[in-house]
């Protein structure tokens, strides 16, 4: 079965000119109510149903998780799921794709198992970031050449805004900067 997300009926310019942005990694600072959350919804999904494989949600704890994406996550991929873990936040696609939800609050919880993609949603507040992305989740990327996405409200001068920077100067890492409003909200 072949599923086709139309990025120009389902996401603001500005976010999909990120979904449509072709580097491994990304990096998106953005005001409060910019569609973070949403856009990454949409690019997990897209990225999911074309390659069977592992993929992360990852919030600074298991609850923001649930809170932030869980009900989005299971709306926008009706149709293409076969199977819903309540208890685990779990969604098994058609294609035998996994979508986990995580919390960045125990990073041990997240190792062993290989990744075809991760999302780090407010990146800026995850405790022990350098830890939780260099000593667990890049590792698990290795082997499947899986992609990255950072995004977060700024939290002032720390390993985020590092990371935004660097991403300027690093082939295959993108990096946005964007207000509330030009989510058009």
């Known amino acids: 079965m072949i599923v086709k997300f139309n990025s120009n009926k389902l996401l603001k310019e500005k976010q999909r000119n990120v979904f449509l942005d072709n580097n491994r990694f990304k990096v998106i600072a953005a005001g409060r109510r910019f569609g973070k959350s949403y856009l990454s919804t949409y690019f997990i999904m897209a990225k999911a149903i074309q390659k069977k494989g592992n993929y992360f949600f990852v919030s600074p704890t298991f609850q923001q998780s649930r809170q932030i994406i869980w009900n989005i996550l299971k709306d926008k991929s009706r149709g293409i799921t076969k199977k819903v873990n309540e208890s685990r936040l779990e969604l098994e696609l058609i294609n035998g794709s996994i979508s986990f939800l995580k919390g960045a609050d125990r990073p041990d919880t997240m190792r062993g198992v290989s990744l075809s993609g991760v999302v780090l949603d407010e990146f800026g507040t995850i405790r022990n970031p350098d830890y939780v992305w260099a000593d667990v989740l890049r590792p698990a990327l290795s082997d499947q050449l899986g992609w990255a996405m950072f995004i977060s409200s700024p939290q002032g001068r720390n390993y985020f805004y590092d990371l935004y920077n660097s991403a300027k ?17």
Do not use: A
């Not at 082939?171 to 030009?182: A, E, P």
């Open 169 to 185: 100067d690093n082939q295959d890492w993108g990096s946005w900067q964007f207000t509330t409003l030009d989510g058009g909200y």
